[in-house]
């Protein structure tokens, strides 16, 4: 069996796959704020889900996710800013308490294995991105399992990428993608609460339906960036994804409009290749247990 802990900026989730990769034990907690305090309640969280299959010696294999800058070979985890966290040896701590050389990576890559782990059940197939539409936007992309680092582990992260607004951006660019396709795009531009977005855009208002399109346009941006370079298929999670059917549904008409025009992007068959996953599913989580044992212990 093995054990996943998905540190995320608000909530902490410990959760255990069985041999055959179901879900059997989930634990989650609000995160800790601050190195001692993220790492305590992550220990806590990984030892009430490690109980619940019979303790430590009964899990094969252990791993952690974060946001920030997770280096996967020394176990560094750093500038994770929402957990008030500059760095933290964060597989030796956990190997520390836990008697399990974990695994660890940054969250977003970790969901991306998740994400695989949940539409292909176990047998991935060509190169598969996962967007994460959460609070920011940003991408990783798995190639036959493995997810694939790039630069200073930044392939994918196609958030920051400028698309022409003058907003500025968290970081430190104006108008990046994440302006417009993102939680905090959408809080921005839509004052009301979330759920209340699509049924007001299916209703006519008009604020609400330039905002849907807003979205659309972003993410059908993101699915454009992603497929051109070299994903068979996005999959698309996130709080954005709250409301999956309508989302899915947004970007694909903004797909199938664009392909319209263009040969080029008909060629492409973008509309086919993207599928909205449910938000609310432990992604992270699920592929933090997935990640790969570094070969430096
Ligand atoms: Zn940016």
Redesign the pocket.
């Known amino acids: 069996m093995r054990l996943g802990v998905d540190i995320g900026g608000t909530k902490t989730a410990a959760l255990v796959l069985d041999p055959v990769g179901e879900v059997v034990a989930h634990v989650t907690a609000a995160s800790g704020r601050g190195r001692d305090d993220v790492l305590a309640t992550a220990v806590g969280v990984a030892a009430r889900a490690a109980d619940v299959v019979g303790g430590w010696t009964a899990l094969r294999h252990v791993g952690v996710c974060m946001p920030g800058l997770v280096d996967p070979v020394t176990g560094w985890a750093r500038s994770a800013v929402h957990l008030d966290v500059d760095a933290l040896d964060l597989a030796g701590e956990v190997a520390a308490a836990t008697g399990h050389r974990p695994g660890v990576d940054n969250d977003v890559k970790a969901a991306a294995l998740g994400a695989v782990h949940v539409t292909h059940a176990g047998a991935p197939s060509g190169r598969t991105a996962y967007l994460n539409a959460g609070t920011g936007l940003a991408a990783a992309l798995v190639d036959e399992g493995r997810v694939l680092r790039g630069a200073g582990g930044a392939a994918g992260e196609i958030?920051?990428l400028p698309v022409g607004t003058e907003v500025p951006?968290?970081?430190?660019?104006r108008g990046?993608l994440?302006?417009i396709a993102s939680g905090s795009a959408l809080h921005r531009l839509w004052p009301r609460r979330p759920a209340e977005l699509f049924p007001a855009a299916a209703q006519g208002d008009p604020v609400a339906r330039d905002v849907v399109a807003t979205l659309a346009r972003g993410l059908g941006l993101a699915v454009q960036v992603l497929v051109t370079t070299g994903a068979d298929l996005v999959l698309v999670g996130g709080g954005l994804a709250r409301d999956r059917a309508e989302l899915e549904a947004a970007v694909r008409d903004e797909l199938v409009a664009h392909c319209r025009t263009s040969p080029f992007l008909a060629r492409l068959d973008l509309a086919a290749r993207v599928r909205v996953l449910d938000g609310a599913a432990p992604l992270a989580a699920i592929g933090a247990a997935l990640l790969p044992t570094p070969v430096t212990a």
Do not use: I, M, N, V
């Not at 951006?169 to 660019?173: E, F, K, P």
């Open positions: 958030g920051h951006c968290s970081c430190g660019q990046c994440e302006t």
